[in-house]
């Protein structure tokens, strides 16, 4: 199993691997994202689903309360020529939201992602599980604020990097053969069982 290129990204991207697909590394006065060497840096939608803790109610993967976060569009009371407005989460605690990016992971492929340096550096921690073979769709992303102050998170700009590792030989059951319950996602995907 071998990381793969810029040159191997942008082929699969062609062929509707990632869409849209940012072929340079945007970098000027926001958050990278594009092709980079060995990965491509997504971005994050404009959508949030901020936790709060206003019901003072336990979190339960199996009886997980919708409530327990607060909806938090971006784009809303904005025009075409303003910038969406940034997401603040609170400290301590966590966001949801999705790619802008919609994969499809190829069947011998496997792809991890790691979270920016530049939040990272900030106490941001950006956490996706691997994006098995054959899974399809728009990546739902968990950004926690570790520190005691509140953060920012832009809109629009890079998230996350994810690697491609193609393995030696195709899996003998990929994500979509055994009809993975997060298979096509699109929103703000809550915990399934």
């Known amino acids: 199993m071998s990381i793969k290129s810029d040159k191997w990204i942008h082929e699969r991207a062609n062929k509707g691997m990632i869409t849209p697909f940012v072929t340079l590394q945007h970098s000027d006065n926001v958050v990278s994202y594009g092709l980079s060497s060995y990965g491509y840096d997504f971005r994050v939608a404009y959508d949030f689903k901020i936790f709060t803790n206003a019901l003072s109610t336990v979190v339960d993967l199996k009886d997980f309360k919708e409530e327990s976060f607060v909806d938090f569009d971006s784009t809303k009371g904005i025009n075409l020529k303003q910038k969406a407005k940034p997401c603040i989460i609170p400290p301590n605690s966590f966001a949801l939201s999705t790619s802008l990016e919609y994969f ?23 956490n996706v599980t691997p994006l098995e073979p054959e899974w399809e769709g728009y990546i739902t ?3 926690s604020n570790t520190t005691p102050l509140p953060c920012i998170i832009y809109p629009g700009e890079g998230i996350g990097q994810l ?3 193609e393995a030696d030989e195709e899996c003998a059951v990929s ?7 997060y298979q096509h996602q699109k929103g703000i995907t809550l915990p399934k069982v």
Request: proline share 3%.
């Open 104 to 126: 499809r992971i190829p069947r011998n492929v496997l792809c991890l992602c790691i979270g920016k340096s530049s939040y990272a550096r900030c106490g941001v921690i950006v």
């Open 141 to 143: 992303v968990e950004i």
């Open 175 to 181: 994500y979509k053969d055994r009809k993975g319950k």
């Open 163 to 165: 690697l491609f590792f």
